[in-house]
Every structure is written in structure tokens, then in C-alpha cells.
């Protein structure tokens, strides 16, 4: 049963360092020592490992800035209303023109990126 006991170690150091500790506290969360993490960092198959579920938490991160990102145009909107001062809409005005355009040339640029790929036969589904 030495397995799982390296099992659970590997399982707590991928939840240690995916959440960003050093090798230090990754080995004293795990019960390991310091030499292991270094040994099964070294270990390409625990190393993607520890990439995809990297990968995993910046993908929820990025899907919960989106929720938000809509959240947010609403009240940059809302802004704009009438019965706020001229301050604050002129400030909402510009940020909503601003990133507005920056949207649009990040669109842009994508699809043209994505179009390129076509091209060359490199594109990457997903």
C-alpha cells in the first residue's frame, strides 16, 4: 500500500503548489520532505499533471472575468445616465469608448490570426 501514500503526498503537493507554495510548504503540507518535491518535479508525468490542473484554474479564472466583464459593462452604462454628473458620465463615456475599441482590435486581430493558421494548416481547434 506504499502507493497510495505516495498517491495522497502527490495529491496534496499538486493542491499546494498548484495554489502558488513554495517548495518549502508544499513539502510540509504534503508530509514530505523538501528532496521529494524537488525528485517528483522532476518527473515529467507529475509535471503535466501539475500543468493541466494550472491550466484547469486559470481556465475558471478567466470564465469567471468574463461573467463579470458583462456585469461590469452594465454599470459602466449605467453610468451614463443622466442623473449622474457630467464627471462620472464623461468618465464612463471614455472607458466604454476606450475599451470598446480595444474589444474590437483584440476581435480583429484573432480572427485574422485565425485565418493565418488556416492558411498555413496550424490551426489549433478549441
Do not use: C, K, W, Y
Request: hydrophobic share 45%.
Amino acid at each position: 500500500m506504499a502507493g497510495d501514500g505516495r498517491q495522497n503526498a502527490d495529491t496534496a503537493l499538486l493542491a499546494a503548489l498548484v495554489a502558488g507554495a513554495t517548495v518549502a510548504d508544499a513539502a510540509s503540507r504534503a508530509g514530505v520532505g523538501e528532496r521529494t518535491v524537488f525528485r517528483r518535479l522532476d518527473d515529467p508525468a507529475f509535471r503535466g499533471e501539475l500543468s493541466i490542473l494550472r491550466r484547469r484554474l486559470l481556465d475558471d479564472a478567466v470564465a469567471e472575468m468574463t461573467d463579470a466583464t458583462v456585469e461590469a459593462a452594465r454599470t459602466l452604462r449605467a453610468l451614463t445616465s443622466p442623473n449622474e454628473a457630467a464627471s462620472v458620465r464623461l468618465g464612463a463615456a471614455r472607458a466604454i469608448i476606450e475599451l470598446g475599441i480595444r474589444l474590437r482590435d483584440h476581435s480583429e486581430l484573432e480572427a485574422r490570426l485565425e485565418a493565418v493558421e488556416t492558411v498555413l494548416g496550424t490551426r489549433v481547434p478549441g
